[in-house]
């Protein structure tokens, strides 16, 4: 088996610890998901303000959109709407968060095959309708992953 690419390996290592492996930073998103009940996914800590579920199919949004870019497919549609924040259910229920939080996981698995299948020579590259390369966009993804667990992780408190 062919060895990885030491910057493909890298992006690949912090796309990982920022959704469900272990890093030194402390939770990551898959983390910050264990042990939310429907309910508590959808409680808004403030009128206007986003929830726990609101997040997971944000960052679900994310992966896939970013995704489409690096393998050139454009801009598709995602299967849920609308695209960026997608509507939650106005009543909770276990099977549906299990089905959001499955199809967050789907969407990291998918896009994590796709960069671990990169070759190296793509990650400078930049889409014509792009001001970032692809190593940017991919890092961007754990930063992004990251930044709403911290979100997530206050509005668990804010619960308390």
């Known amino acids: 088996m062919a060895r990885l690419d030491e910057r493909i390996a890298l992006l690949l290592e912090i796309m990982d610890q920022a959704f469900d492996a272990k890093g030194w930073h402390g939770t990551t998103l898959r983390g910050a998901l264990r042990g939310v009940t429907p ?39 995602f299967p849920r709407a609308p695209s960026n924040w997608p509507a939650t259910p106005a009543v909770a229920s276990l099977a549906a968060w299990r089905a959001d939080v499955a199809f967050l996981a789907a969407e990291h698995r998918k896009l994590r095959d796709l960069v671990a299948r990169m070759p190296p020579s793509v990650l400078d590259r930049r889409s014509p309708k792009q001001a970032w390369r692809n190593v940017e966009q991919i890092h961007g993804v754990a930063a992004h992953d990251l930044y709403h667990t911290g979100q997530i992780q206050l509005i668990k408190r804010l619960m308390r």
Not at 43 to 60: E, F, K, M, Q, S
Not at 63 to 70: C, D, I, M, Q
Request: proline content about 5%; charged content about 25%.
């Open 39 to 77: 309910a508590q996914a959808l409680w808004r800590p403030a009128p206007g303000r986003h929830r726990i579920w609101d997040y997971v199919l944000h960052c679900a949004y994310w992966k896939y959109a970013v995704r489409r870019r690096l393998d050139g497919a454009g801009a598709g549609t």
